[in-house]
């Protein structure tokens, strides 16, 4: 059974950083796509970034292009999702999640694509 575990939240202020990872379990991932979401209190889950597991082509949201960055290690199973110049309007619950089905990185802004989900990481951006 796929099992995703997310670490690396935090508390940090306006302009800082943080890296968030997941560790992905179960099996192999070899087709699969990896996103990365966030859910604010009070909002609907939004898409934020996601790569390709086989060969790392990425997508992100606009809001978060620039500022971060999503990667993979296949040896490790583990993504990571580097976030730079933090926002406070960056605070937010976020979740990897992880689909064995090869979509196009257009489709995967949808949730709804996604099979497997961790548990999410609390992400407070102080101003």
């Known amino acids: 059974q796929v099992q995703l575990t997310e670490s690396g939240g935090g508390f940090v202020q306006a302009g800082g950083s943080l890296r968030l990872s997941c560790v992905a379990t179960?099996?192999?991932?070899?087709?699969?796509?990896m996103g990365w979401f966030r859910q604010a209190p009070g909002k609907e889950r939004e898409f934020v970034a996601a790569i390709t597991w086989s060969d790392g082509r990425t997508k992100y949201a606009d809001f978060v292009k620039g500022r971060f960055t999503i990667s993979r290690d296949n040896a490790d199973n583990t993504g990571y999702l580097q976030m730079d110049s933090l926002k406070p309007e960056d605070t937010a619950v976020y979740y990897c999640a992880v689909t064995p089905n090869m979509y196009p990185l257009t489709a995967v802004t949808d949730s709804k694509r996604f099979s497997y989900w961790g548990q999410g990481t609390q992400v407070t951006v102080s101003s």
């Open positions: 179960g099996r192999t991932f070899s087709r699969d796509r």
